[in-house]
């Protein structure tokens, strides 16, 4: 989730309607602009104990960003406390419980950006293990309850912890207990926009049972495979799910704007300090009567930060943000950014990937989406088959726009190498967590501490 410490008074007071669409204009860029930002979550535990550590304990969260800046990051502060690091690699932030994320950069190929990955992943292991921590890329905790796990000093949290009850049964779970894999993507018009996002969107239920990898609740196996995407089936309707509109004629900027002016409020950043707002009505921000601010019109940084506060499977700010992911180890986080870039950054591909779902109806994408959270890979897909049949075809689609970009490393390797991960994932036909379910059955004898001792980075 974004990160704000100032406040941007400056910046113009929304006086019309026409403003809300500026950010979406704004993103629009020539392809030879178009950039790639990976964002992905660990999960931070105490090695001797397994144990999550809170942010200001002797060797936790605090210790840890405050070590990272031996490489050159520089403290981000809210309220006194460190809450984030910025840097050239983007920026490393915390997530509800101290999820350790890192935003990376925007980059020009998949080379650059797993190694942006490798280099952070190698200074938290090194920090880590000073420490006394350990990091593990899974998309749900796998034997920790709510009560068990810190709460970090971020203004933004509290609110959304207080309102998430009021709104569904599952929002604490999806903000205590996961961590996701996340992809940002540009587009160069509206129409290109209007393109790749009803692919992805249609797509994204693909995209969590090949990642999917949640398959354990409070120790036990709770019966999913991807437990972080049923989450967000009970966390707060007004903010997530498919979104059926992007798929109806004239879907564009205006549309989404409708959208986001219907998403209740969480907050407003003023002076240092968030302001609740949970519940409100942007619409009446615009009115100048937002209870929380009374006779204050919001700026265009209210908006930005608002357009940050929906959760749909696909998410439009001034560039698309593929949201279905579970979070998972180095080479998965490699492999989701090339799944996106391969099927959207080629027109080729794009048409491909578009002429395989332009006949899917919304009732079977939702079905889709309903089924993939417990089925995986074996969930069916629209028109026959299996999710895990779909996967071969999209990933041929995705290789294909990988090697027509032509994107080399010095070893003269293109792009494609980064989907291996999938292939083999889409040829096992299971999904991650089959694999963590089989562990657990099998070799581990149904004790899932074994998961701290494989699946760390």
Not at 147 to 154: H, R, V
Not at 253 to 274: I, N
Not at 333 to 341: E, K, Q, S
Not at 428 to 438: E, W, Y
Request: charged share 25%; hydrophobic share 40%; proline share 7%.
């Amino acid at each position: 989730m974004s990160t704000r410490t100032a406040s941007d008074s400056n910046d113009p007071i929304v006086e019309s309607r026409d403003q809300l669409a500026a950010p979406m204009i704004k993103g629009e860029k020539p392809k030879d602009r178009w950039r790639i930002g990976t964002e992905h979550e660990k999960f931070v535990y105490r090695t001797a104990d397994h144990r999550a550590p809170s942010y200001d304990e002797p060797g936790g969260i605090h210790d840890l960003l405050m070590a990272l800046t031996r490489f050159g990051w520089e403290p981000v502060i809210e309220g006194g406390k460190v809450i984030a690091l910025a840097g050239g690699d983007g920026t490393v932030s915390l997530e509800p419980a101290g999820q350790l994320e890192l935003s990376g950069a925007p980059l020009e190929n998949l080379h650059q950006t797993c190694a942006e990955t490798g280099r952070h992943l190698k200074q938290v292991k090194e920090v880590g293990a000073e420490l006394g921590l350990g990091f593990l890329g899974l998309g749900m905790w796998p034997d920790k309850t709510r009560a068990e796990l810190p709460i970090m000093p971020k203004g933004r949290y509290r609110i959304m912890l207080d309102h998430m009850p009021r709104v569904g049964s599952m929002g604490l779970d999806m903000m205590l207990r996961t961590c996701t894999i996340q992809t940002n993507l540009d587009y160069s018009s509206e129409a290109d926009m209007v393109q790749k996002f009803r692919v992805s969107l249609a797509l994204q239920p693909l995209a969590t049972a090949l990642f999917a990898s949640s398959p354990f609740t409070e120790g036990k196996p709770n019966g999913y495979m991807s437990y972080r995407s049923h989450i967000w089936t009970d966390t707060d309707p007004a903010r997530t799910g498919m979104l059926p509109f992007v798929f109806e004629q004239g879907f564009g900027y205006e549309r989404y704007v409708d959208y986001m002016l219907d998403v209740p409020m969480y907050f407003v950043f003023r002076d240092g300090k968030y302001i609740d707002a949970a519940g409100q009505s942007f619409r009446d921000f615009l009115k100048g009567e937002l209870p929380a601010l009374p006779g204050e019109k919001p700026h265009l940084s209210d908006w930005n930060d608002h357009l940050s506060t929906a959760f749909p499977e696909v998410r439009l700010k001034s560039f698309l943000e593929m949201r279905g992911a579970d979070g998972g180890p180095w080479n998965r986080i490699c492999a989701l950014p090339a799944l996106w870039v391969g099927l959207l950054y080629d027109q080729g591909a794009l048409d491909a990937a578009w002429d395989l779902v332009k006949g899917w109806s919304i009732e079977e994408q939702q079905a889709l989406r309903d089924a993939v959270p417990s089925e995986g890979l074996d969930a069916p897909a629209p028109g026959g088959g299996t999710v895990g049949q779909l996967a071969h075809r999209v990933l041929d689609i995705a290789a294909a726009g990988l090697a027509a970009r032509g994107q080399v490393n010095s070893m003269g390797d293109n792009e494609v190498g980064f989907l291996e991960p999938l292939r083999r994932i889409a040829q096992s036909g299971k999904s991650p967590a089959h694999d963590l379910l089989d562990r657990y059955e099998g070799p581990w004898g149904g004790d899932l501490s074994k998961i701290y001792d494989e699946l760390s980075f």
